[in-house]
């Protein structure tokens, strides 16, 4: 499936797993020698480390596209996640340490996020007030 920003050209052309690893072989299984393992040599050589596969592959891909799928892997999501339960966690510590500096009655009375902002703002401008006159 092609994005909007590719074309045809940009796209690998197609060929055949047997092709891919022994085409440095002359393209066929009667030229190369193999191992007691059944795999030949030439394919030994073609055998790369996973990663670089995947790098290859993300090469041709636009900015955002590799960027989208790095954002797609489980480790990435875990990471995230933490890091954003971190960053509430810091909120709600910052509200809550407002909360306390901040006169009501009664004292102990739950407050949602934005009455704490605004009795902060009305709390500001009465000690200003205060210490104009």
Known sequence: MLNSDQTEIDLPPP??????????????RAGSTEDAGGVSLCAQSRITEPGEAVKKDLQHL??????????????YRTAH???ERIRVEAFNMAFAE????LPT???DKKLSKIEILRLAI????????????
């Open 15 to 28: 060929h055949s797993e047997s092709e891919s690893v022994f085409s440095d072989c002359g393209g066929s």
């Open 62 to 75: 636009s900015r955002e596209e590799r960027r989208r799928r790095r954002r797609a892997t489980a480790k």
């Open 81 to 83: 996640a933490t890091r």
């Open 98 to 101: 407002l909360r306390k500096l």
């Open 105 to 107: 009655l009664p004292p």
């Open 122 to 133: 009305c709390y500001i401008s009465y000690l200003n007030h205060v210490l104009d006159v």
